[in-house]
């Protein structure tokens, strides 16, 4: 017999301590958990797993919670349906046919993973981000079954809540009963599907708050602002998936999303290390407003009004008797004599800052403008509202409510939303009429432009006094041509853009602000209005009135007009729905909607106006500012080229040149 080498004893020793010194993140076949005071830690030391008492509660349980945070806070319980009820002997969390399963000491199961999937070498690890998962040992990232499949009553940083509708899983969180009792409550915190997805919150059978939909920045009726310094968050909602997910900035802060039966609250909790305490940062429902449907069908909530549930204009309370005894819930009916289809009696009334009402049954349509829109609800007698989608940018898709309106009320977060009415408003002549208004406004809309026309002959043949006549007198330098482009008044622009309304604006150029317009015959335009300061945008403006009234191609965008008051000078293109290409190309979720054909026809396109820039146009021009936020797209997602502010005109013979200034910006 050998005496065993005293490394090799050394080596046992070593593996002996660090067995006994140093926690494990994963139980194995060979290595179980104990209910002996041993724990499995995270490798970066922030959860642990181990077995604990909730509260002054005799039962056992066994549950995952932060290591390092001086209030015990349990986010996760395996067994909370089953405890452990004999405290006198151990139970022990082991692997059993590729499920983890936790026995009492007489062999009795009481929790088990129950997972379909198996894994066959498999081993259970507790993750950095307080995810328990089983894999196969080999496999680092396929997880066979996790816990935050399973959630309890927190949502952790990085958790789903809602639904995977390949397999049907819906993540739900629920309460605990009470803060010595992890069984499951009944308040309830879930993503509900139908048309437009919403998150609710259940209270046992009783719908008590809910999000409202999400309008692509955030949930109608929750103001959640993404610029927060605390968390990020989206809301996915495609064939495979819906849910909803935060990602904290900063991983070493902790806060946590939980449901509080006892409050009656979802609160956001953060963990402020200075005073060892948690602080909540949010919580839902804020008010009174918050409860669900509390002002009936057809009513809407407003916190500041007094009472605080109103009816919409056009409508009354149903029993005017409870309503003005503040008991709402029978909400409005209509009062006014609407009449579906008919003229004056057939309209809309626009509702700012709505937070939209329930929409499990709404019809929707992702891809509709909102005219479109309002052309849909007209058409259908059932209809009762419509507004937007998703409100990005100037807004997009459709959403119609057929029937009574639920819940409702007035917050920041809300949007426009178009409850219909009768009325006499003369915007909102449409229905069965639509043909008479459209005859009715072409003929409007071209006397308008004759009249425009002389004005713009007018103007430029004698020449007066106003800055057009300069425009006129630069460009004769560059030949004798004429202005070809229509002029516009002032007036017309302030008020086809709402006086310049903030809601108007679209966004800032180089040389001021862009807003969107509709004008009288219901054409939607851009409008560029030069900052007053900016002196240095007049020599462009005017390169590209002069430019502009001489190019015309499918790819490059069409200018309809300018206009010239004091010190106004604005250009006025055609409005592209789908804006510029760098929104869209470099924003991580937009650019998926970009596939390689589409990519390649935009491609094609811009080459073609190039093109037709360097060599077919009667100018020869070279653009000198190309980049993505100068290609704009069209309803199609065909490219146009645009902002020629930059641009040169070269000989129409000239083929070699030098130029002085260096021109583009990034
Ligand atoms: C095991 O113990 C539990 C209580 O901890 C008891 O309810 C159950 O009947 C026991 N099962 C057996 C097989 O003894
Ligand atoms: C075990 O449970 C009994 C009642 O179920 C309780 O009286 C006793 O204090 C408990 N013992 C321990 C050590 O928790
Ligand atoms: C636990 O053990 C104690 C004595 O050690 C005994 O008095 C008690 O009844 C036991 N409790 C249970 C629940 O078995
Ligand atoms: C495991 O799941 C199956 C169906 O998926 C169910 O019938 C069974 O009762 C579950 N077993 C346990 C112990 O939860
Ligand atoms: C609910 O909130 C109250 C008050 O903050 C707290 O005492 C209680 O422990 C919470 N309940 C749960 C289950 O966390
Ligand atoms: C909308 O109302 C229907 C019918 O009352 C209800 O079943 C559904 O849960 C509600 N949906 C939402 C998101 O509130
Ligand atoms: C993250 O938070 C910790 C603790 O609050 C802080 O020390 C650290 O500077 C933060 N890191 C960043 C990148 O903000
Ligand atoms: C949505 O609207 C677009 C544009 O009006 C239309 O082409 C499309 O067919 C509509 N989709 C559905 C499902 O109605
Ligand atoms: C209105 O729309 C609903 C839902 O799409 C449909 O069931 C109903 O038939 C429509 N009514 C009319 C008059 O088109």
Redesign the pocket.
Known sequence: METPSPTLLICNLLLFFSQISHSTDTITQEQPLADDGSTLVSKDGTFELGFFNPGSSNNRYVGIWYKNIAVKTVVWVANRDNPIKDNNSTSMLKTQQGNLVLLAHNGTLLWTTNATAKASNPIVQLLDDGNLVIRDAKEESVFVWQSFDHPSDTLLSGMKLGWDLRTGLNRRLT??K??DDPSSGNFVWEVVLGSNPDIVIWKGNVEYFRTGPYNGNMFSGVYGPRNNPLYDYVFVNNKDEVYFRYTLRNSSVVSII?M?Q??SLRQRLTWIPETKAWTVYQSLPRDSCDEYNVCGPNGYCEIDASPICQCFEGFVPKSPQLWNAMDWRQGCVRSDDWSCGVENKDGFRRIEKMKLPNSTYAWVNQSMTLLECRVKCLENCSCTAYSNLDTRGTGSGCSIWLGDLIDLRVIESGQDFYVRVATSDTDDKHGNHKKVVVVAVTIVASLVLMMFLVYCIYMTKNKGKTEARMLKEKKDQHGQEDLELPFFDFATIVKATNNFSIDNKLGEGGFGPVYKGILADEQEIAIKRLSRSSGQGLKEFRNEVILCAKLQHRNLAKVIGYCIEGEEKMLLYEYMPNRSLDLIIFDSIQRKILDWPMRLNILNAIARGLLYLHQDSRLRIIHRDLKASNILLDNNMNPKISDFGLAKMCGSDQVEGSTSIIAGTQ
């Open positions: 309460s605990w009470n803060w939980v509080n006892t409050l």
